[in-house]
């Protein structure tokens, strides 16, 4: 397994700002991936942060809006970038060890308002 | 294409009895499955997965999980339900046959809730 950690845990924004979300984790890992989810939905990812190449999103997600960045094996920060009320949500980083189980952060919690 | 079809919203169990979570999955080839757990204000955490093998999967706090291939399943289950279970419950599924690029697609999740 691997113990991942998230900065900040919760934040409270004004919109129009800007928030960046960090992700630790103790060990190195080819895969990190962001998610975002609802209160009480489902998961839906985001992109896909790749160590030394830029992140692939998901459809409905662009690099302007969610600027990530993998400077290396353990670390990678999201930022959620011009916020309005919708992106309110729980942020989560997830990392992959090896071909099959996902780890997942605490999460951090964003409302804006 | 992958999906995950978790057809209860919410279970609810008394304490001490047994309990089901199901999931039923869509996958082009042999999935690798999962289950997670989520507690309130909490990140998933990871509960058990089937990758190969016995088809009847033994994970954490006491629950376990059967692979039924021909029906395309993977219940989650527990002999005798803890109030401290009660928590959201998802089921996800990757398919096996795309190396490490294949992403894990989540169910909509069911709330458990067990009551005293």
């Known amino acids: 397994s691997a113990v991942i950690s998230q900065k900040p845990s919760r934040d409270i924004c004004q919109r129009g700002t800007s928030l960046t979300i960090q992700c630790q984790v103790d060990?190195?890992?080819?895969?990190m991936f962001w998610y975002r989810q609802q209160p009480g939905q489902s998961l839906t990812l985001i992109a896909t942060?790749?160590?030394?190449?830029?992140?692939?999103?998901e459809s409905g997600f662009v690099i302007d809006k969610f600027p990530i960045s993998r400077p290396n094996l353990t670390f990678s920060t999201l930022t959620v970038s011009n916020m309005s009320p919708e992106d309110s949500s729980i942020y989560l980083c997830?990392?992959?060890?090896?071909?099959?189980?996902?780890?997942f952060g605490p999460g951090t919690r964003l409302l804006v308002l | 294409a992958q999906s995950v079809a978790q057809p209860e919203d919410q279970v609810n169990v008394a304490e001490g009895n047994p309990l089901t979570v199901k999931c039923t999955y869509s996958?082009?080839?042999?999935?690798?499955l999962f289950w997670y757990v989520q507690y309130p204000n909490r990140g998933l955490q990871f509960l058990l997965k089937?990758?190969?093998?016995?088809?009847l999967v033994k994970g954490s706090y006491g629950f376990e999980a059967e692979f039924n291939k021909s029906q395309t399943s993977f219940h989650l289950k527990k002999p005798s339900a803890l109030v401290s279970d009660s928590a959201l419950y998802f089921c996800?599924?990757?398919?096996?046959?795309?190396?490490?690029?294949?992403?894990?697609?989540f169910g909509s999740g069911t709330r458990l809730s067990i009551r005293p």
């Open positions: 997830s990392v992959a060890t090896g071909l099959e189980t996902q780890y």
């Open positions: 060990s190195q890992v080819t895969m």
């Open positions: 942060a790749n160590q030394g190449s830029e992140a692939t999103y």
């Open positions: 996958v082009s080839g042999n999935p690798y």
């Open positions: 089937y990758i190969t093998g016995d088809n």
């Open positions: 996800a599924v990757r398919d096996r046959g795309n190396s490490s690029a294949s992403k894990i697609i």
